[in-house]
Nanobody, 124 residues
Framework: QVQLVESGGGLVQAGGSLRLSCVAS??????????AGWFRQAPGKEREFVSA???????YYGDSVKGRFTISRDNAKNTVYLQMNSLKPEDTAVYYC????????????????WGQGTQVTVSS
């Protein structure tokens, strides 16, 4: 069982930066063996893949955030980060952290555990 808690969302002007954090509490298997992903959902839109990181540290990004967002993890702190730079109004959404064993995926249905989400609002 894994519990995820996101933080770091807020209101920022276009061109600004935010860093989201996702702290995991894992019973049994240590969190370092899990892959983690970030997804986002804007009002009236489907949940969208943002980024993911494998247990090995391999990273993946959605096309809309490549070159602007960076995912990383600190296994000692059971934390996954999403550094978001050059933010655009279209990045406005609720951002969710998710986890699944070992290998990451761009499909939200592949993830077993989800956080409650954190709101990111980018003003123009």
């Amino acid at each position: 069982q894994v519990q995820l808690v996101e933080s770091g969302g807020g209101l920022v002007q276009a061109g600004g930066s935010l860093r989201l954090s996702c702290v995991a509490s894992a019973s049994g298997r240590t969190f370092s063996f899990y892959a983690a992903g970030w997804f986002r959902q804007a009002p009236g839109k489907e949940r969208e893949f943002v980024s993911a990181i494998n247990w090995s540290g391999a990273t993946y990004y959605g096309d809309s955030v490549k070159g602007r967002f960076t995912i990383s993890r600190d296994n000692a702190k059971n934390t996954v980060y999403l550094q978001m730079n050059s933010l655009k109004p279209e990045d406005t959404a609720v951002y969710y952290c998710a986890a699944r064993p070992s290998i990451s995926s761009w499909r939200s249905n592949d993830y077993d555990y989800w956080g409650q989400g954190t709101q990111v609002t980018v003003s123009s």
